[in-house]
């Protein structure tokens, strides 16, 4: 019986040394694989020990787990504990308690579902990642190309690449032709990446590595063969993948403000609670089921059970608010955060900047253009950059003839489109490409005329190793041309002569005699000059040729090709972006770009957009050789960060948080996921940002524009505001019930307001008066001032005074009018409560309008009639009071009496004075701060 083939190991992808310094030999050695590719038994065998091509689902909550988690909330378990003692006064009571227990019940399950609708879909983040990969893929296997699911793809494998192709795993190139390759997703970098087969050094950017293709990559142009080196998790959007699934999620500021502040407000209600409770039994000597009811009303009338409603209707009315402003809110509590960002750490490709490639410097002849307008609309015109005005030229005649030629150069050696679809203009091929059919429609060069009278005979498409395209056309007498266009120093060594300025006809090329010898140190300079700006360059030439030339060769443009110019080429900043980072800095908020472009173009474009000096940049490579220390305290210093990696981002966004900053970090790539979970605000492009990164952020702009993030902090600090405004209006209701109930205790009187009626002030004051308050509009200074500091206190000394004030102001109201009726009227216990309730919830619709602003006055037009959702409020309370007062199923479920007229001017006159005595103590506030 024969023995089993004996196979050696499969080789492990993982390897010290980086794939991308390795020459190809190297690698096909190390990898035990041939040009050929692998047998099919042996990639059977390493599909099985290594696994599918696709990343490893994470673990996942299941949905009860993430609806439970709604609760894990400290406002919702003082709700949960009111909707308890609620319940304790049922079972001790009058059982219809049980309805108001059921309400609050309801209340926190109507919340927990909110939050699980908004919350749920960030567990998705890592689904989104894994459906990057492709899902076909063509592979050598036993010398023949197969299409097999990239699933299947293992190391060592063969894989044939061509224009279209989604990269199905990481590869190290062997063999390339043409090839160009968009890792925007991964890098961020605005244009498709010349790819070889070179080596790169160990430090290398992704960016920086010519040799390699990484998956979830697009090929663009060309062709190409390489040896899958990783696959799942070994591959670069892998390791992505890996750092969303560790990075930690922090709580927003408000939350943290929240759990503290119920800590503490628990904590005294307990204590209260049990004092009360005490002091009744043991010192009047009250039976302990009374003063056990009396702990509970306190209890009762101490918890804000609105609060948490509030809290989140008002994000809730905010995320609506956002939404209108192209703002899209994921996950809730974000609104708030945004109002105390102080940070916004920001890609620039398609955010800051526009994605769209823009010729904006034109050098041709002795003559230096400005072409204005920006993206693919052929919008804009040509200036003279040695003008002192900025006048557009109306034409283009017989003095800039040169640039008539240098820009029909540019459209006919193009294989790109421009189209105009659903009122956007948008491009199919090579971005510069696009960029040039942009810039000649703004001559009105039509694209489709040139090519019928000159088309095309034969071209040189263009390779990373040449760096060039060229293009053989023939007019219909049978005339030759070559037009040459690519890299300025491989153009200029090809040329011996400089087209001039003017030309007898400005149909005509320039003849022979009209050509001037090429200065190229002058060029050079002019080269280096436009490059020096952060703009691409790219160098346009032409040649006249014979009528029977109708092969193009290389020898063909080795030599005597004649100059036509310079163009530099940028991704233009938005400008709707520079007004919003220059609004962002008047709000107290520092503006961070993170880019994985290059040094030069991202100082550039910062000084454009208002960041950093244009002087200095830090690249990744320089951010690797730091210490943690070193980084932190350059995250503070530097705003422009270039060549950047995944993990240099999310350790800026964490160097930042270093220094209790709260951040938001923008992006739109794969690469961007990670730094953009770990922020307090993941902001991402609604438009072009990828899946990955709209499922890892918090919030997404629909127009991918970064002056949305403008409104949407103002509407966060909006929301913050109105939040601190229901606690500053809610709090002393409660404070006030709270004396009420204590003062009566402690002077050994009956209660003037049961736990049942205290129930239903908290449900007409929370629910209807409360609730008015998440419907303000935003305060005129809202974007002219700091952001808050992330660790203030939610309630703030001058907080806790007014707190403290109104408080003693409700209750002097309600306990001295129910002592007014219970000693100066000898009126029946059931009246004097009323009475009492109905002061209450009177002068708290007065305090109502104080609480509009918290120290500016109120006391004018616009406080007083300047929101109709207060008025609202104030008819919807009255109305219910009423009915309170003088429908008999309220009188038999509250024990209420009716109110004559003098009742009601007894009542009136105490809201009045509240509102008075407010704003008297906001006028002496300014006067203080002032």
Known sequence: MDEPTQHPPAPAPATTTPWHTREPDEVFNKLDTRPEGLTAEEASRRLEKHGPNRLKP??????????????????????IVAGVVTTILALFGDRGHFVDAGVIFAVVIINAIIGFVQEGKAERALDAIRHMLSPEATVLRDGERHTIPAEQIVPGDIVALSSGDKVPADLRLFRTRDLRIDEAVLTGESVPVDKTTDTAEPEAAVGDRPGMAFSSALVTSGQGLGIV?????????????ELLSEVQTLTTPLLEQIRTFGHVLTGIILALAAFTFAFGAFYWNEPWSDMFLAAVGLAVAAIPEGLPAILTITLAIGVQRMARRNAIIRHLPAVDTLGSITVICSDKTGTLTRNEMTVQTIAAADQRYRVTG????????????????????????????????????????????LLHEDSQ??????????????????AQLDRDALRKQLPRTDAIPFESEHKFMATLHHDHEGHGLIYLKGAPEVVLQR???????????????PTTDDLQPLDREAWHETVKG????????????YKPTTTDHHQLKFNDVESDMILLGVVGIIDPPRDEAIAAIHDCKQAGIRVKMITGDHALTAKVIGKALGIGDGERALTGAELDRMSEDELKQAANDVDVFARVSP???LRLVEAVQSHRQIVAMTGDGVNDAPALKRADVGVAMGIKGTEVSKEASDMVLADDNFASIASAVEEGRTVYDNIRKAILFLLPTNGGQSLVIIAAVMLGFALPITPVQILWVNMVVAVTLGLALAFEPSEANVMRRPPRKPREALLSLYFLWRIAIVSLLLWGVTFGLFMVMREVFNAELPLAR??????????SVFYLFNARYITAPSFNREGIFGSRWVWLAVVLVLTLQMLYTYLPIAERLFDTVPLNVWHWLMILPAGVAIFAIVELEKKVARNWHS
């Open 58 to 79: 994470p673990h996942q909550r299941t949905a009860l787990q993430r609806f439970l988690t709604q609760f894990h909330n400290v406002l919702i378990y003082v709700l």
């Open 229 to 241: 080196v990783g696959t799942s998790e070994d591959t670069e959007i892998g390791r992505i993948s």
């Open 374 to 417: 920006v993206g693919y609309a052929p919008d804009g015109g040509f200036q003279l950059e040695a003008s002192d005005d900025n006048n557009t030229l109306d034409n283009l005649d017989d003095n800039h003839h040169h640039l008539t030629q240098l820009l029909r150069a540019g459209l006919l050696c193009n294989d790109a489109r």
């Open 425 to 442: 203009w948008h491009m199919q091929g090579d971005p510069t490409e696009g960029a040039l059919l942009t810039a000649a429609a703004k």
């Open 495 to 509: 040329c011996s002569h400089l087209a001039p300025q003017s030309s007898p006809s400005s149909d005509a090329l």
């Open 530 to 541: 436009i490059a020096g700006k952060g703009q691409r360059l790219l160098a346009l030439a």
């Open 647 to 649: 993990e240099h981002k």
């Open 834 to 843: 009323t009475v009492a309730v109905n002061a209450l919830v009177v002068s």
